[in-house]
């Protein structure tokens, strides 16, 4: 029993359940990245073996994008958020060849899966598929409602901040993209849109059941500060990335230095990110709904620091600042716990009854 009254597995287990128990996030996190360097490393060596796979100069990344241009031009609706899970369904359909690349953003969630199912069994992972309802515990309608609409509300402010920014001080250069990226001036573009970067992100949708759903618990059960957890993992989740800047440096699209100032840069931003989710995370009780939202904004408001919508040309430090001051703002409003010690109480007052204790609970 646990200080908890609570029976959970012993982390003496033999073998490789035993190995995962004694280190839930190293297994996870471990995985998680293997999946990724496997998927780029495919990458690569298509683009060694057949760079003329599609006519001169055109191997299979190249395709892809010319591809992406012309659903841009066919379907606008779908591609107003271009980074929805439906557009790269899509794309996969039209080039198989791309299509391990789904599992790329999928890859945390099936790590968290995958280290459930052999480190605890089936009840672990069932409690882990919970965390895809939109509230757990004692949350009551009321409570989810408005937590939701505070949380849309913070959205609203990102957006109105990034406009607000942008036309103090850098003359406005980027209102006119950004207008048009997130739909601001049309009701129809801005329903895709929104719908799309919200609900059916591709990392937001696909990564969070992994970062916010199954790692956010078991560093917080590790460390026992909620804030140093939320640091911790905004930087894994950031440096996890890593593997998709290979092809770029191998093509000489970014030098080395470049990537160094952008990856700095991009810590900064997922730190930032990282703590306005776990807040919300935390206060539904552990749903990753809040997380998924927030991820969605996260890379739709990326893409309004493009210039001429060239995703390469984004300009990293605005919005790794607008989302140091979002961390911590978060930090100053919520204080060092980040609700954590609200979602004990959601769970039997002590956390008793949190289900992430199947799995992140030390003994």
Request: with cysteine; charged share 10%; aromatic share 12%.
């Amino acid at each position: 029993m646990n200080r908890f009254g609570k029976t959970v597995m012993r982390r003496d287990a033999p073998g490789l359940a035993g190995w995962i128990r004694r280190h839930p996030f190293a297994s996870f996190y471990t995985l998680a990245v293997a999946f990724a360097i496997v998927l780029w490393s495919y990458l690569v060596v298509m683009e060694v073996l057949a760079p003329n796979m599609y006519g001169p100069g055109v191997g299979v990344f190249a395709k892809f994008q010319a591809n992406m241009a012309g659903l841009q031009q066919t379907a606008p609706l779908l591609m107003q958020h271009r980074d929805s899970i439906l557009v790269y369904l899509t794309l996969y359909a039209m080039l198989p060849l791309a299509a391990p690349f789904f599992f790329f953003p999928f890859a945390p969630t099936a790590s968290a899966l995958i280290i459930t199912a052999l480190g605890y069994g089936a009840p672990t992972v069932k409690a882990l598929l919970g965390a895809y309802l939109p509230v757990r515990g004692a949350v009551g309608v009321r409570q989810a409602l408005r937590l939701y609409g505070v949380l849309l509300l913070v959205l609203v402010s990102l957006v109105a901040g990034s406009l607000l920014y942008d036309s103090l001080f850098n003359a406005a250069q980027r209102v006119p993209h950004m207008v048009e990226l997130w739909g601001l001036s049309n009701l129809q573009l801005f329903a895709a849109g929104w719908t799309l970067a919200l609900l059916t992100n591709q990392g937001g949708l696909l990564e969070e059941l992994g970062w916010r759903g199954y790692a956010w618990p078991v560093l917080v059960r590790k460390f026992g500060q909620p804030l140093q957890a939320a640091v911790l993992l905004g930087v894994a989740w950031a440096l996890w990335h890593l593997p998709r800047e290979v092809v770029p440096i191998l093509t000489g699209k970014i030098t080395l230095l470049k990537l160094l100032q952008e990856q700095a840069q991009f810590i900064v931003a997922c730190v930032g990110m990282t703590l306005l989710a776990v807040v919300f995370v935390n206060l539904s009780g552990g749903s990753v709904w809040p997380a998924i939202l927030v991820h969605g904004c996260f890379n739709f408001l990326y893409g309004g620091f493009a210039a001429g919508g060239s995703a390469r040309a984004i300009d990293s430090l605005e919005p790794a600042l607008l989302w140091a001051l979002v961390g911590l703002v978060t930090v100053l409003l919520a204080g060092r716990d980040l609700g954590w010690q609200r979602r004990m109480q959601i769970h039997g007052g002590d956390g008793r009854s949190d289900p992430a204790n199947q799995w992140a609970l030390r003994t």
